[in-house]
């Protein structure tokens, strides 16, 4: 077995030494083989390099925060833009709750500006995300003009805040003149057990 390992490894040099297309292509495998490994090489040099170039790009942004001195400032502004934005949304012990509140308003609104509702449907959708329950209102009936206005004017200013989503009068029959409203408001939810 050894002698056959001999006899053949002589005719690979035999070979080796009597063929010089089999020299170049062996030299032209070992030198795409080594241009393959210095690229590859080189890619993991210039990704090393870019992420050095983040981390260094992080750590001056990270300082130049810790430098910053305006923190205090900007915590006071957003504390007052937090009480603002508070302001405007409403409060209720449940989603039934808030509900009522929303139908009431309207109907004494419209009540004080001598509009009648023919129909209130009110509806609510819970944001999962924000923890608020959006409670919607779509309403008609029959439209005065100047007390139509005078109730979509006093509704947008209001306090906290209704969202006007949409609102127009059906002038098609001279008779009787319709409007239509559709508007939300934002509720925070707090049951108490």
């Known amino acids: 077995m050894k002698a056959d390992m001999q006899r053949q490894w002589q005719q690979v040099r035999q070979q ?3 063929n010089a297309r089999l020299r170049v292509l062996a030299a032209v495998v070992v030198a795409i083989l080594l241009f393959s490994f210095l690229q590859h090489l080189h890619q993991l040099q210039s990704e090393a390099k870019q992420d050095a170039l983040r981390q260094w ?4 942004d990270v300082t130049q925060l810790s430098r910053e001195s305006h923190w205090q400032e900007y915590a006071e502004q957003s504390e ?3 009480e603002q934005l508070q302001a405007r949304l409403w409060h209720a012990e ?3 709750q808030a509900q009522a509140q929303l139908r009431d308003l309207l109907q004494q609104m419209l009540s004080k500006h001598g509009l009648t509702a023919m129909r209130i449907n009110i509806t609510s959708l819970p944001d999962e995300d924000s923890g608020l329950v959006q409670v919607r209102a779509d309403l008609n009936g029959d439209y005065l003009p100047g007390a139509w206005q005078d109730f979509v004017f006093e509704l ?13 009068v059906n002038r098609t029959n001279a008779a009787r003149n319709l409007y239509r409203l559709g508007l939300h408001a934002w509720f925070v939810v707090e049951a108490h057990q």
């Open 156 to 168: 947008s200013r209001h306090s906290p805040a209704v969202v006007i989503e949409h609102d127009s």
């Open 80 to 82: 007052g833009a937090l």
């Open 94 to 96: 449940s989603e039934g």
């Open 16 to 18: 080796w030494r009597d």
């Open 57 to 60: 790009q992080r750590l001056q």
